[in-house]
Nanobody, 130 residues
Framework: QVQLVESGGGSVQAGGSLRLSCAAS??????MGWFRQAPGKNRERVAI???????????DSVKGRFTISLENPTNTGQTMYLQMNTLKSEDTAMYSC??????????????????????WGRGTQVTVSA
């Protein structure tokens, strides 16, 4: 059974940086993404990566500041990262990772657009103070 565990969240001042990790065990798929949800707001997609980076995309609100990447897969799973720079107070949210297997890049993109990934982590909190 696939398990996703996020880490790396914390409190930081505006302008600072954090790097989130998502450890996916028992996972050998090819489509992973990051989402976030602030209190009282809908879940928002943040970034997506398909394959070894054949498709990478970001929400407009984080483009140029966030970078999604993958570590080389192992026999037991995969680790995904989200490097977040120049953080703003509006980046404050619970960040969750998601993973699935897609037959096409367009299918992976669809998982991201619809938030329809089959596997989700519990999230890690990011708080940015002004």
């Amino acid at each position: 059974q696939v398990q996703l565990v996020e880490s790396g969240g914390g409190s930081v001042q505006a302008g600072g940086s954090l790097r989130l990790s998502c450890a996916a065990s028992a996972y050998s798929g090819n489509c992973m993404g990051w989402f976030r949800q602030a209190p009282g707001k809908n879940r928002e997609r943040v970034a997506i990566i398909y394959g070894d980076g054949a498709i990478i995309d970001y929400a407009d609100s984080v483009k140029g500041r966030f970078t999604i990447s993958l570590e080389n897969p192992t026999n037991t799973g995969q680790t995904m990262y989200l490097q977040m720079n120049t953080l703003k107070s509006e980046d404050t949210a619970m960040y969750s990772c998601a993973a699935d297997t897609a037959d096409l890049g367009s299918s992976c993109y669809g998982f991201w657009l619809d938030a329809s990934f089959g596997n989700w982590g519990r999230g890690t909190q990011v708080t940015v103070s002004a």
